[in-house]
T-cell receptor, first 114, second 110 residues
Framework: DGGITQSPKYLFRKEGQNVTLSCEQN?????MYWYRQDPGQGLRLIYY???????QKGDIAEGYSVSREKKESFPLTVTSAQKNPTAFYLC?????????????FGSGTQLSVL | DAKTTQPPSMDCAEGRAANLPCNHS???????VYWYRQIHSQGPQYIIH?????ETNEMASLIITEDRKSSTLILPHATLRDTAVYYC???????????WGLGTSLAVNP
């Protein structure tokens, strides 16, 4: 079945450590996105990529980094500069059709600080 | 992109229709209305979208008012599995500018 796979489901970060969240899609979508969700808040965009080897900052990019070396993959690194990383992280993808840009989401990664 | 207003919570009896309202009074002519839902600790799931006309698919129906300032998502026969947070979003060909509000928390009761 086609879809988006995020791993791991749960991740723990130690003080000063960088951690990388994986996101893979086999939907042949050009666009991919990373969102952060905190309790009681809506989804906030961290980074997005419209095409391979190109990505743009979203609303809350500080303390995060991404890469897009392959169409299928869009990993997110939470760096030690992100002082409040505990949150639910969601990866999504979409086609580039302005009449039908529905987002397909992964099942999410819950990141916690030890 | 325009913002939306939704009630924070709603209840519905199992087997009855669930009607979830959404106000988007500042919607532009080229903006679509999208509905997603999120079951606890999962990623949001696309439900339906529309521009002007009413739409129906296997999951739900979307009714958009003639002036396009509001819409209603209808789940015709709600089940316990429909308990989720429902998000109404308006956008025009630019996912990176989506504004996700808090949605409506729908509780389907037996």
């Amino acid at each position: 079945d086609g879809g988006i796979t995020q791993s791991p489901k749960y991740l723990f970060r130690k003080e000063g450590q960088n951690v990388t969240l994986s996101c893979e899609q086999n939907l042949n979508h050009d666009a991919m996105y990373w969102y952060r969700q905190d309790p009681g808040q809506g989804l906030r965009l961290i980074y997005y990529s419209q095409i391979v080897n190109d990505f743009q900052k979203g609303d809350i990019a500080e303390g995060y980094s991404v890469s897009r070396e392959k169409k299928e993959s869009f990993p997110l690194t939470v760096t030690s500069a992100q002082k409040n990383p505990t949150a639910f992280y969601l990866c999504a993808s979409s086609i580039a059709d302005p009449t039908n840009e529905k987002l397909f989401f992964g099942s999410g990664t819950q990141l916690s600080v030890l | 992109d325009a913002k939306t207003t939704q009630p924070p919570s709603m209840d519905c009896a199992e087997g009855r229709a669930a009607n979830l309202p959404c106000n988007h009074s500042t919607i532009s002519g080229n903006e679509y209305v999208y509905w997603y839902r999120q079951i606890h600790s999962q990623g949001p799931q696309y439900i339906i979208h529309g521009l002007k006309n009413n739409e129906t698919n296997e999951m739900a129906s979307l009714i958009i008012t003639e002036d396009r300032k509001s819409s209603t998502l209808i789940l015709p026969h709600a089940t316990l599995r429909d308990t989720a947070v429902y998000y109404c979003i308006v956008m025009a060909g630019n996912n990176r500018k989506l504004i996700w509000g808090l949605g409506t928390s729908l509780a389907v009761n037996p």
